[in-house]
Every structure is written in C-alpha cells, then in structure tokens.
C-alpha cells in the first residue's frame, strides 16, 4: 500500500516560505532551484498540493504562459490540489482539484498512487491535516543552511517525540536530509 509523505524543504529555523509565501530564499542557496535526486521522494505516484503552494508555483516560473515548465518538477505525476476556489490548469498538466477533509479524499489519493508513495509537497497545514488524520507515514525534511524571521510553518501542530522515528540523517551538499516515521498516536 502507499505511504503518505510529507517531503519538503524548510529553513533552519523551521518556515517553508517566507513572509510573503516565496521560496526565493531557497533557490538562492546551493542546489535549492534543482535539489540532488536524494532529496526527492523516489517512489512518489502522484503529489498533493494546497491551493496557496500551487498558485505560488503557477506564478513563480509563469507556468500558464509556459507550461512545458509544469513537467520540471511535476513530472506526468497526477497533482492533486486542496482549494474552495475555481484555480487555472496549466496545458497539459494533469491537475485534480479537491475539497473536503484528506480523509474523504483518501481514496481517490490511494486509487491515482496504486503502489507508489503519496507526496504531500505543502504547506505545512496539509500535512498537518494528514498527521491529525492518522495519515501520515512519514516526514522527510531538507534542512537549508538559511534563517527566516518568520513565514510559513514547517508543520503547526504538537508532534511529541514518542511518535517520531530517526530513519536516516545525512549531509546532501549544503542541506541537512532528516527522515523520520511517524507512529499512530496512542489511544
């Protein structure tokens, strides 16, 4: 079965974006605009997206006026994005909008992954609805060499350490590669 993964860059300090929701600062460091192949989920069947990192990326490279630039980082992978809103598709994008809790839309997500991984991109609220869920398997973090004062959180919730498991922590270039499981949370 598939694996929900929230696989994602962060500052040292903890925010994924900035203040004003951009990942310039991560782009400007070493490796940050095209991360080594270790740093991405290898086995990763479709991405999940909320709607403000999805407009963030249409609007960073100018996805609709160039949308051979979508396959850069989507690949063919179907992406699903979380939104209340009619949002654009880039041509030829394969581009699923949902609503509604993760767990409703669960199945759709398992059904367009088959056997491979589910990679939760951002931000750090959806994958916070997938940890409150019990969805979340896994959480694996590239670390920058960066500090913000402040922007989005890498994960708003409590996540005490009895439900995190060390599986690997490795030095890729300037980043900081940490994977940890996540344990269902006792009843």
Do not use: C
């Not at 993964?5 to 782009?27: K, P, V």
């Not at 398992?110 to 056997?115: I, L, M, N, T, V």
């Amino acid at each position: 079965m598939s694996r929900v993964l929230f696989d994602t860059a962060t500052s040292l300090n903890g925010w994924i974006a900035d203040e004003q929701n951009s990942l310039a600062w991560l782009f400007a460091v070493d490796g940050g605009a095209t991360p080594d192949d270790s740093l991405l989920p290898p086995d990763a069947g479709l991405l999940v997206e909320g709607s403000t990192t999805y407009e963030w990326v249409l609007a960073e490279s100018d996805i609709l006026a160039h949308p051979e630039k979508w396959s850069e980082f989507h690949g063919d992978r179907p992406t699903f994005v979380f939104t209340t809103r009619e949002l654009p598709v880039p041509e030829g994008a394969d581009v699923r909008f949902v609503s509604g809790s993760v767990a409703d839309v669960m199945p759709a997500l398992r059904s367009a992954a088959g056997e491979r991984d589910i990679w939760v991109v951002g931000g750090g609220d959806l994958a916070g609805q997938f940890l409150d869920a019990g969805l979340l398997d896994q959480i694996a973090l590239s670390i920058a060499p960066v500090l913000l004062t402040g922007g989005a959180p890498l994960l708003p919730r409590r996540l005490e350490s009895d439900r995190l498991r060390l599986v690997s922590a490795e030095a890729v270039g300037p980043f900081a590669r940490l994977i940890y499981e996540v344990a269902a949370a006792a009843d």
